[in-house]
């Protein structure tokens, strides 16, 4: 009996949802760059999140079909990585706060949709603290990730190359941090590159994709290999093991990424990446043209998923009432 409630059935694609599932990877990919964003809150807002952990968690055991599920997915996250370093990238160094506004606004508006996971759920001390913990997760991470990327009492940013020396060690540090990226991108609420901040790895990760920095340093690859297994490990075990969960306390599980996920938002405004525009600011004067371009940016934000979740949601309730009749 177990096993059976364990067991999830995948949708079988039409054109419509292909480019869905492919729209969800590319979240998932973009959010390895932007600092707070979570991919897997899209997967939730397009009621895909549950048969993603299934299909990540239990590809080896049915290949074909978990593939076929997965294939647009995957897709859809080498564009959104290829697209944050190409394009996202470049404007959150001319734009940083607009850009980060609007992300802000498409996870605020989306925030209904994980919140409506609980509805029904019967409130316990045990899923207060979820939640709180939840909360505070992402919100540490970004304070955390903002004290040790701006020198406290400077004015100064302080950027060190951590790969300028490779030592074997680095393979297995970077296996253990690609695991918990992995992770990040399978919990909602949850931000790769917020991880990365904290530990003081993303500038230099960053900035050691380029074709000269690989000839003076071909020593990097290591550094990247041990990021690629330790992601592969953390996102097909952590996939595995929530779906697990799901089956056996579901609603207390979602107490906890509610508050990843609001705590994400916040994350958003406290990070390594944005305190560098706070600390131009206080040194030159707030950008009025950046703060204002960045609410209308926020609003467009939450007004669009908002509207992306009402549709959902009312395409979910069409969808009950057929089967009902």
Same mark, same amino acid.
């Given at each position: ?158 950027? &060190?190359?951590?790969? !300028?020396? #490779? ?6 540090? *970077? /296996?253990?941090?690609?695991? %918990? @990226? =992995? ?98 600011? &206080?040194?030159?004067? !707030?950008? #009025? ?6 609410? *209308? /940016?926020?609003?467009?934000? %939450? @007004? =669009? ?21």
């Amino acid at each position: 009996m177990a096993q059976e409630s364990l067991e999830i059935a995948l949708i079988k694609y039409n054109k419509k949802t292909w480019c869905k599932s492919a729209l969800l990877g590319f979240f998932i990919g973009l959010a390895v760059i932007v600092p707070g964003i979570s991919g897997s809150t899209v997967a939730i807002i397009f009621k895909l999140y549950d048969q993603f952990l299934y299909a990540v968690g239990n590809l080896f055991k049915k290949f074909k079909q978990c593939f076929a599920f997965l294939l647009p997915i995957g897709i859809g996250m080498v564009v959104g990585v290829l697209l944050g370093f190409i394009t996202v990238k470049q404007l959150l160094e001319f734009l940083p706060f607009a850009i980060v506004c609007l992300f802000a606004g498409l996870m605020c508006g989306a925030f209904p949709a994980v919140k409506d996971e609980l509805k029904g759920a019967e409130c316990n001390a045990k899923r207060v603290v979820l939640f709180v913990l939840g909360l505070i997760i992402p919100v540490g991470l970004g304070c955390f990730s903002a004290l040790t990327s701006v020198g406290v009492g400077t004015q100064t940013t302080v950027v &060190a190359d951590k790969f !300028a020396n #490779v030592e074997w060690w680095h393979f297995l540090l *970077a /296996l253990l941090i690609g695991a %918990v @990226v =992995g992770i990040t991108q399978i919990v909602p609420g949850l931000s790769a590159s917020a991880f990365l901040m904290a530990v003081g790895w993303f500038s230099s990760i960053m900035s050691s994709v380029s074709m000269t920095y690989w000839q003076t340093n071909p020593a990097v690859f290591l550094v990247y290999a041990g990021l690629g297994f330790g992601f592969l490990i953390g996102f097909f075990a952590f996939s595995k093991l929530l779906t697990y969960v799901f089956a056996k306390a579901r609603h207390t599980a979602y107490s906890m990424i509610v508050g990843l996920s609001l705590g994400s938002i916040l994350s958003m405004f406290c990070n390594g990446d944005i305190m560098e525009v706070y600390v131009s600011w &206080a040194q030159n004067g !707030a950008a #009025v043209l950046d703060i204002v371009l960045g609410v *209308a /940016l926020f609003a467009v934000g %939450v @007004v =669009g998923a908002y509207l992306l979740v009402q549709y959902e949601r009312k395409k979910a309730t069409g969808s009950m009432q057929e089967n009902i009749e």
